[in-house]
């Protein structure tokens, strides 16, 4: 996939099948899972012991994922899944989010549909 046609928060489309694709949602949080694991298992090894323990674990675990997530993405690739709208794109046709509903209230609807005059 060419990294030039791909753009967040949008669906990958497959020029070969038209489906729609995007990367797993869980690839990202077992690799820093894994990555805090193993600088906990590391650190516990070198000695370090409670509060100490899980702050340099924490620490470790976050640098190890930044350092070493990108190369570790090229040789185990994240895999594709079917594309699956965020929550905040399910069943909106616009795509302007608004703060406050619009003005007009159902009842003021149900008045209008009814063929009365309002007054």
Not at 86 to 104: I, S, T
Request: with cysteine; aromatic share 14%.
């Amino acid at each position: 996939m060419p990294t030039e046609t791909y753009r967040g928060w949008e669906p990958w489309v497959c020029p070969g099948c038209s489906r729609a694709f995007q990367f797993s949602k869980a690839h990202g949080s077992v690799l820093q899972l894994f990555f805090w694991g193993v600088a906990l298992l590391a650190l516990y090894l070198l000695g370090f012991r409670g509060l100490q323990l899980f702050g340099a674990a924490l620490v470790g675990g976050f640098v190890l994922t930044v350092v070493l997530a990108g190369p570790f993405d090229r040789v185990i690739p994240p895999r594709l899944e079917p594309y699956e709208a965020p929550f905040w794109k399910q069943g909106k046709q616009d795509k302007n989010l608004r703060l406050f509903p619009d003005e007009r209230t159902d009842s003021e609807e149900d008045k209008q549909t009814d063929g009365s005059d309002p007054e």
